[in-house]
């Protein structure tokens, strides 16, 4: 169809000659209204986005000389993380004489990769770059599938997604615990 023709039919209709595909030959045109068009494409663009999963790199920091409490406070950080389903990057700097000392920090580095290797799998090997000697790990597939999928499958307003039945065991455990004990022994820890 010539395009003055088509371009009048449009207008006839009180709607828009849209050019769909303007590579090919002949070139392939539709009578549509633009307007619904560039509202049904933004559309779709935003359903993708919604669907689009953002892996972010979350870093956590330790010293040659990381005491117990600290390791375990950033462990547990690197594993929310891990379930979260974001990758991890553990660094270690070192300064000054500290750099004669690398095995403190790769035997650091090898005990949180012994603590995590039930959620994460190592995505680079330790090594060193400069002052930092560094590892990064990403969530285990089945792990972090599993934890999402619970989240969004709880269909209750009020359940408790940390209350699963061995959470409510061991908290039950705990109960227990506190009730056999005389209330003498109780207050002597609060005095």
Known sequence: MDSRDAIAEARKRG?????????????????I??????????KKTHEAKKKQVTVQVKEIKFRPGT?????NYRMEHAR???LDGDKVRAAIAFRGREMSHRELGAAILKRLTEA???????EVAPKM????MFTIFI????KADV???????STAPDADISDTPDKKKEKGERVKKVEEKPEDDLMDGIF
């Open 15 to 31: 709607m828009d000659l849209v050019e769909i595909a303007p590579n090919a030959k002949p070139p392939v045109c539709k009578i």
């Open 33 to 42: 209204d633009y307007g619904k068009f560039l509202y049904e494409q933004k």
């Open 67 to 71: 005491d117990d409490h600290d390791y």
């Open 80 to 82: 929310d993380w891990l």
């Open 116 to 122: 995590l290797s039930d959620i994460a799998d190592v």
């Open 129 to 132: 770059e400069g002052y930092q």
């Open 139 to 142: 969530p285990k597939k089945s």
């Open 147 to 153: 934890k999402k999928a619970a989240q969004h499958t």
